[in-house]
């Protein structure tokens, strides 16, 4: 895909001087988006928190390299190579209690604790068809090139570059990273794809499960949980918000945090014995079973916002 020249003076971007996580298109926007985005600005704020832990995720090469892994199943790399395509994906991330009896009262509707150790989650990950109808098109098209680039004149000229957009909390912080994803892993993810994957699903169980996209997330979820003594450095304290997204799943919000956290705890073999229990409970409270959102439906994709909080690099 052939990408028009950007303009420097077209699309430029205003930086939140305050805490680098926002671009606005505007002094007008930045105005405007004010009294939502002071919540959020500020040296410990949760932006700077997802930046930092989205940072450590692509930091480590274990869980980088199954990034990579998904990123080829779900834009099927292996069929076709799509070098030239500029390849975005949203990858929809969450903080859960470490402690899967933290989750389970939290969901369950108990749980008094003043203090919730926390860690990085993924909740989903989507490939954006059409990314260019996006206002941050020409944005992310740029950080594309620069990234395509960077990988061209360091010899990878067969490897794709894909933007991935980690969005926390339905792009009120969304971080965009480009990826390159390495041709050479094509080959043991097809070997993986004749072998299966193995999925603990408790501390004494495993099971073997097919490899795709949606199993990648759930090895890496697990590689995360598994990690007690935080040397990948993606655990941090629960805040409110994020206890208010799992109790909004035990309302049945239909908020794009709590659909995407539904989803995730009644398909991610970890939450089995939870989740069987919170079904039990609404299908004594209401008569029926509780529903679930496709994920590709449009309550669920229709970001990233006009004006979400961003911040980029590239993996060094």
């Known amino acids: 895909m052939d990408l028009p020249p950007s303009n420097p003076d077209v699309h430029r971007l205003l930086r939140c001087s305050k805490c680098e996580t926002v671009l606005y298109c505007s002094k007008e926007c930045q105005t405007r988006n004010w009294p939502v985005h002071k919540g959020f600005c500020g040296d410990t704020t949760p932006g700077k928190l997802i930046a930092k832990l989205v ?22 790399l292996l069929q076709r190579p799509r070098c030239d395509e500029c390849l975005i994906a949203r990858m929809d991330i969450g903080i859960e209690p470490c402690d899967l009896a933290d989750f389970a009262e939290i969901l369950l509707g108990g749980s008094s604790k003043k203090s919730v150790q926390g860690m990085l989650q993924l909740n989903g990950i989507t490939v954006l068809v059409n990314p ?36 926390y909390a339905d792009a ?16 043991p993810v097809a070997a993986r794809i004749d072998q299966g994957l193995t999925i603990a699903t408790t501390a004494t169980h495993e099971l073997k499960v097919h490899y ?5 997330i759930q090895y890496i ?17 629960m805040r409110p918000r994020d206890i208010k997204i799992i109790r909004d799943v035990a309302a049945g919000s239909d908020s ?55 911040v980029s690099w590239s993996r060094g």
């Open 212 to 216: 795709d996209d949606i199993n990648c």
């Open 132 to 167: 260019g109808r996006f206002k941050f098109a020409a944005d992310r098209q740029a950080t594309w090139r620069r990234a395509r680039e960077e990988a061209d004149s360091n010899g990878f000229h067969n490897d794709a570059i894909a933007l991935v957009e980690f969005v």
């Open 55 to 76: 940072k450590n995720l692509t930091c480590s090469t274990l869980l980088y390299v199954q990034l990579q892994a998904c990123l080829i199943l779900a834009f099927d």
């Open 256 to 310: 794009v945090p709590a659909i995407l956290l539904h989803a995730k705890i009644a398909r991610e073999h970890v939450y089995e014995a939870t989740y069987q229990m919170f079904v039990e409970r609404w299908k004594a409270a209401t008569g029926v079973a509780p529903s679930l959102v496709p994920l590709n439906s449009d309550r669920v994709v229709s970001r990233p916002r006009d004006e979400n909080p961003n």
């Open 221 to 237: 979820n697990q590689t995360i949980r598994a990690d007690k003594n935080n040397k990948l450095l993606l655990r941090t304290p």
């Open 172 to 187: 009120e912080i969304s971080v965009c990273v480009p990826v390159r994803v390495a041709s050479k892993l094509k080959k």
